[in-house]
Nanobody, 116 residues
Framework: QVQLVESGGGLVQPGGSLRLSCAAS????????MSWYGQAPGKERELVAT????????NYADSVKGRFTISRDNDKNMVYLQMNSLKPEDTAVYYC?????????WGQGTQVTVSS
């Protein structure tokens, strides 16, 4: 059974940084497009950042461009989200997502709270 396990969330002050990690198991990791989604309270889950399987091309939501960086390590089956210059509006549960064709998997999420 495919597992995606997120870690690295927490409480941080505005302007601070966090690094989220997602450990993937029981899938051919390098063949999956990996993404981070965020779901703020009372809102729908939205795409934050994505990285393609082999070429490692990245794409970001406009709201996080220049502040967040997604990366992957295919040898370790890990995907990361470096979050800098955090704002209160970044507060959300962040979910790791793996997708290849019709196969889609989700982690359980990690809470990020940006508050002074």
């Amino acid at each position: 059974q495919v597992q995606l396990v997120e870690s690295g969330g927490g409480l941080v002050q505005p302007g601070g940084s966090l690094r989220l990690s997602c450990a993937a198991s029981k899938l051919i990791f390098s063949t999956y497009r990996m993404s981070w989604y965020g779901q703020a309270p009372g809102k729908e889950r939205e795409l934050v950042a994505t990285i393609t399987s082999f070429a490692g091309r990245t794409n970001y939501a406009d709201s996080v461009k220049g502040r967040f960086t997604i990366s992957r390590d295919n040898d370790k089956n890990m995907v990361y989200l470096q979050m800098n210059s955090l704002k209160p509006e970044d507060t959300a549960v962040y979910y790791c997502n793996a997708e290849r064709g019709q196969s889609v998997f989700w982690g359980q999420g990690t809470q990020v709270t940006v508050s002074s």
